[in-house]
């Protein structure tokens, strides 16, 4: 009875520590909890406010570390990143997140907000298709391509090439791309440059199916056209006229060996002193580089004499002066233009008209008065940004309708007959 007794008072004695423990213990817990709770929500905020930094590793993975630039306070960069968070969190299928993917997708929205076509950026894959056609030789259907408005055009078939065989002109609006090999069927809404070429071109010998309209008919025009590859010349040079008296120099292509045949071929006409004349033919041109366009304009004006301006933000106006005399500055000269002639094209030939008054013959030029410069970015990225306009001497923007030729004169594409070269040859005779 008395072991009975002492065993109760013993069970009395501990059952007030017990519940003490249980109560210690939950008030632990719930002042741990509130401290994750609490180091998450400004962590988070901390994050959110702050923003993120995306490196690079040397294999081209993705590291992010949050950072607000102190130039972009006033911008909800959080909103961002809750997304980002929510995604990450709630999305389905993790692995369809991809860090990196998720990185450059958001760049590309960013970048085409602008609304400009010829401003966009390019992951690794799609930025080694840049530039190929000012390098000399490449596999493809031999068009050069931009926009017309928001609308992807061809700014001109290749001379022989197959896309010129197949019938694609000057000014056709690309409205599909389909490809069975490579997978592709799809409208060109919205479409890059670059995501253009990287359809477009393919193996030597298959084929890609280009949906194109065409001013002044109703029905879409369906070009089944076969890769091949495609060499292309910066410039020709041939003597016509009676007695061979007339220089034509085809300027093809503004590329990098541009300017040294462009020297052989004015030593050449030098050297024959019975020629009077000489037609500029950039029809079908696409441009290429501002300085290439200079340095042929001074061959034809006065040291001093403005070839082109340049017009940036925050920058001063850039006047491009002949700096050198003009070995063809004393001759009689026509330019034939068309819709293919744009850029660099358009340079020229807007110069010669403005400071030397030769007559411009064919069709409306293209119509591109931009200038963009390609820029290497992080993990092989590419960027490529308008960062001015140019005008011609007389300070107009091509931008605004194109050149307007002189003689306007239509080729008959179902003939050999070349009007508009006839036209020049006329006005030099």
């Known amino acids: 009875m ?5 065993a109760q008072t013993e069970i009395r004695v501990r059952t007030p520590k017990r519940k003490f423990g249980k109560y210690l213990l939950k008030v632990t817990k719930i ?19 702050n923003g993120y ?61 602008i609304g400009d076509p010829y ?55 690309i409205m599909g791309i389909r490809d069975e090999k490579k997978g592709i069927d799809r409208n060109t809404v919205g479409i890059t440059i670059q995501e253009a070429v990287q359809d477009i071109r393919g193996e030597i010998g298959t084929s890609v ?30 003597f016509i006229g009676e007695g061979e008296n007339i220089a034509h120099i085809r300027v093809i292509k503004f590329s990098q060996e541009l300017v040294e045949e462009w020297d052989d071929a004015v030593v050449e006409i030098l050297s024959k002193p019975d020629v009077e004349g000489i037609i500029v033919d950039v029809r ?12 042929l304009a001074s061959d034809f004006l006065e040291t001093g004499e403005t070839a082109v301006i340049e017009e940036s933000a925050g920058k001063a106006r850039k006047d491009y002066k002949v700096e050198r005399i003009g070995r063809l500055r004393d001759r009689d000269v026509v330019v034939l233009i068309n819709g293919g002639s744009a850029s660099a094209s358009e340079i020229l030939a807007g110069a010669l008209r403005d400071m030397k008054e030769y007559p411009l013959v064919g069709k409306t030029s293209f119509g591109k008065g931009t200038i963009q410069e390609s820029q290497q970015v992080n993990g092989g990225a590419g960027l490529h940004i308008t960062i001015a306009r140019w005008l011609t001497p007389s ?12 003689y306007e004169v239509d080729n008959d594409p179902n003939t050999f007959e070349d009007k508009q070269l006839e036209k020049a040859v006329e006005l030099l005779s």
Request: aromatic share 10%; charged share 25%; net charge negative.
């Open 2 to 6: 008395q072991e009975n007794v002492i």
């Open 31 to 49: 002042i741990f909890s509130l401290l994750i709770i609490i180091s998450v929500f400004f962590g988070g905020y901390y994050l959110g406010v």
């Open 53 to 113: 930094e995306t490196k690079y590793d040397d294999s081209g993975n993705v590291t992010i570390d949050r950072q607000n630039p102190e130039s972009r306070e006033d911008l909800d960069f959080g909103l961002f990143w809750r997304v980002w968070d929510t995604l990450d969190a709630r999305y389905f299928d993790s692995e369809m997140l991809d860090p990196r993917k998720m990185v450059y997708g958001a760049i590309k929205g960013m970048v085409a907000s």
């Open 119 to 173: 401003t966009a950026f390019f992951p690794p894959k799609e930025n080694k298709v840049v530039q190929e056609d000012l390098q000399g030789e490449f596999g493809g259907v031999g068009i050069q391509i931009g926009f017309k408005g928001s609308q992807l055009a061809v700014v001109a078939p290749i001379e022989d090439s197959p896309a010129h065989k197949a019938g694609i002109e000057a000014g056709d609006y």
């Open 209 to 238: 199916t280009l949906t194109l309209l065409r001013e002044g008919t109703d029905d879409p025009i369906i070009a089944d056209v076969v890769r091949d590859t495609i060499d292309v010349p910066s410039l020709s040079l041939e």
């Open 284 to 295: 079908n041109n696409p441009g290429g580089y501002l300085e290439h366009a200079v340095e």
């Open 395 to 406: 300070e107009f923007w091509v931008n605004e309708g194109g050149l307007v030729p002189d």
